[in-house]
Nanobody, 125 residues
Framework: QVQLVESGGGLVQAGGSLRLSCASSGLTFSTYTMGWFRQVPGKEREFVACNWSGGRIYYADSVKGRFTISRDNAKNTVYLQMNNLKPEDTAVYYC???????????????????WGQGTQVTVSS
């Protein structure tokens, strides 16, 4: 059974930093693309960043230069370091995973098979 468990969310002031973690189990982590998405009430889930198993990394334009995705295959964990946070970054952040499939971009939520339960990030102004 595949499980993705996010942690590290919380309340932070604008300009601050948070580091999200997503621990996985039940999958061959090193062969999976891992992604982060976020969602606010009433809006669609939004792509944040993804990290292919082979090392390719993509970011949404809104977080480029502020967020960094990384992975530790030995720990089956993917991270999202978020710096210079802004109030508009407030959302529930979700970790997602899918076995690498070359035709996918992994910037769409429907390209991922597995999802975590989400962790709330709130940035106050």
């Amino acid at each position: 059974q595949v499980q993705l468990v996010e942690s590290g969310g919380g309340l932070v002031q604008a300009g601050g930093s948070l580091r999200l973690s997503c621990a996985s189990s039940g999958l061959t982590f090193s062969t999976y693309t891992m992604g982060w998405f976020r969602q606010v009430p009433g809006k669609e889930r939004e792509f944040v960043a993804c990290n292919w198993s082979g090392g390719r990394i993509y970011y949404a334009d809104s977080v480029k230069g502020r967020f960094t995705i990384s992975r530790d295959n030995a720990k089956n964990t993917v991270y999202l370091q978020m710096n210079n946070l802004k109030p508009e970054d407030t959302a529930v952040y979700y970790c997602a995973g899918d076995r690498d499939y070359a035709p996918f971009t992994y910037r769409r939520s429907d390209e991922y098979e597995y999802w975590g339960q989400g962790t709330q990030v709130t940035v106050s102004s």
